[in-house]
């Protein structure tokens, strides 16, 4: 029985990164350029990202400067600020900031 390419997708016959790419090259033709290499390459990632089950999501936190290690929500007890909500930020090379509960988005 001859599947189509999409019923294959369907019901999981093609599930590999590598059994995707080599498919649209015996459709396609091989690319010999780096702008073919390209195109397949995204041509792949999006079949495999519309036909495949979700991965787990991670619930790692980054930042732009590195990987957070530590989230450490603290109230100030005195002064001016006292109540106000801060968080101290800290990243594996041990850096640590601080961001004020009002400065951050409130989707956050």
Request: proline share 3%.
């Amino acid at each position: 029985m001859n599947t189509s390419f999409w019923e294959q997708l369907e019901t999981k016959q093609l599930i590999q990164k590598a059994e995707i790419e080599q498919y649209l090259i015996q459709k396609l033709g091989e690319p010999t350029t780096e702008l073919q290499h390209n195109l397949l390459f995204e041509l792949t990632k999006k079949i495999k990202y519309y036909y495949t089950e979700e991965p787990q999501q991670s619930y790692n936190t980054y930042s732009c400067l590195g990987s957070v290690s530590q989230i450490i929500e603290k109230r100030f007890k005195e002064g001016r600020r006292r109540g106000q909500v801060f968080y101290t930020v800290q990243l594996t090379d041990q850096t640590k900031f601080r961001a004020l509960q009002e400065d951050l988005p409130g989707e956050k």
